[in-house]
């Protein structure tokens, strides 16, 4: 522990070296992905990240002997303090994440410091790691360390659940993610179920329309927010970040990937699935330059991918737990199984993440024979 230091992050070049630390941690491991280095930067940066509109973070970097060695973020989202205590956020409830250390000792100090400010703040209970937005990478991996992680998935080192639970921390929630072959159509029973709602008139499962784009978001944003509401971890999204979730994305947004299901010309439910685009970065190392930009735009303009990864779908509230809300699901996913499998040249797809305790998407998720892949946890410890 000679000359180790734990210090605040105030600076660009701070901010680079907070980047920086991953690829240096994760070199030798082969299915870390390396982010994009201006995206990862843009989700610490708060005039280019909506999320901060409502929250606030403070980042810190380890040193020792002047060497970065370490990193972590410690942050307060005030709208989850407005959450019920039930649903694992609320009042005093703040949040870390976006860790990464060389060993045990430094990950220990910089938690405390972490929870430190944490405290400082009013907090008197931390839930971890949350990197930044439950929206964004939640959890730590804890199966699945032999897959690289999807678009918009995180990948950890296999010790940092041993750090954590010796820290005093204990498990408070599993997301789950399944993974199938797409190109194999569904079991009989599902297939009955997609026809009889193709026969439904009063059942329209369309594409979404990309020029159109901000009025399909709110279409789509509505349902979320209503459909997700009950749910554990959940907090609004905000036009904001709506806003910057447009700008990220919307270049892996395809019309036939996204449906929205309408009854009685009622928007009820939609599916988002997104090209993996993990399968492109992987190559960068992290930067667009001198080539990768080009090699990017290429592939953006007609994705040829094996995965596609579904994170998000949502039926209404009133809906939920209906046979209704199982039949839109599996005709979405049928729909989009087809566009990607032949637009797309797909043959895996991955679905998550999924509460363990949704009853509802799981049993969907069984029911088309998918298998668990991946599973990731959040913890909880009381200031």
């Given at each position: 522990?000679?000359?180790?230091?734990?210090?605040?992050?105030?600076?660009?070049?701070?901010?680079?070296?907070?980047?920086?630390?991953?690829?240096?941690?994760?070199?030798?491991?082969?299915?870390?992905?390396?982010?994009?280095?201006?995206?990862?930067?843009?989700?610490?940066?708060?005039?280019?990240?909506?999320?901060?509109?409502?929250?606030?973070a403070q980042l810190f970097l380890a040193r020792r002997d002047g060497r970065v060695v370490g990193r972590i973020s410690a942050h307060i989202d005030t709208l989850a303090l407005e959450m019920p205590a039930a649903q694992g956020f609320g009042p005093g409830v703040g949040q870390w994440g976006l860790m990464d250390a060389e060993d045990e000792d430094i990950f220990r100090a910089l938690l405390a410091r972490a929870e430190a400010w944490l405290r400082e703040q009013g907090m008197v209970r931390a839930l971890g790691p949350i990197s930044m937005s439950i929206w964004e990478e939640p959890g730590l991996l804890i199966e699945g360390f032999d897959q690289a992680p999807t678009v918009m998935m995180g990948h950890h080192k296999p010790i940092y659940r041993a750090w954590i639970e010796r820290a005093g921390y204990r498990p408070v929630k599993q997301l789950i993610t399944y993974e199938l072959d797409i190109t194999q159509e569904f079991p009989p029973i599902v297939k009955r179920i997609i026809r009889s709602g193709e026969n439904n008139k009063?059942?329209?499962?369309?594409?979404?329309?990309?020029?159109?784009?901000?009025?399909?978001?709110?279409?789509?944003?509505?349902?979320?927010?209503?459909?997700?509401?009950?749910?554990?971890?959940?907090?609004?999204?905000?036009?904001?970040?709506?806003?910057?979730?447009?700008?990220?994305l919307k270049p892996i947004v395809f019309n036939d990937l996204i449906r929205i299901a309408e009854v009685d010309g009622r928007p009820v439910a939609f599916m988002i699935t997104l090209p993996d685009l993990n399968e492109a970065i992987r190559p960068l190392n992290g930067s667009l330059l001198p080539f990768g930009w080009a090699k990017l735009l290429l592939w953006l303009r007609?994705?040829?991918?094996?995965?596609?990864?579904?994170?998000?779908?949502?039926?209404?509230?009133?809906?939920?737990s209906s046979r209704l809300a199982s039949q839109l699901a599996f005709m979405m996913i049928e729909a989009i199984r087809k566009a990607s499998v032949a637009n797309y040249g797909a043959s895996r797809g991955e679905i998550g993440w999924i509460l363990d305790d949704n009853q509802g998407m799981n049993s969907i998720a069984t029911a088309i024979e998918s298998q668990v892949n991946k599973v990731y946890q959040v913890y909880e410890r009381t200031l």
């Open positions: 522990m000679s000359d180790l230091s734990i210090t605040p992050v105030t600076t660009k070049g701070e901010r680079k070296a907070f980047v920086d630390l991953p690829f240096r941690l994760y070199q030798d491991d082969p299915y870390w992905v390396p982010p994009l280095k201006g995206e990862a930067l843009g989700l610490i940066t708060p005039e280019k990240n909506g999320w901060f509109s409502h929250a606030k009063s059942i329209v499962v369309r594409e979404v329309n990309k020029k159109r784009f901000d009025e399909e978001a709110a279409i789509i944003l509505e349902i979320l927010n209503d459909a997700w509401s009950d749910n554990w971890g959940f907090v609004p999204l905000t036009p904001p970040e709506i806003k910057d979730v447009g700008v990220k007609k994705p040829r991918v094996r995965t596609m990864r579904v994170p998000l779908m949502g039926v209404r509230k009133e809906l939920q």
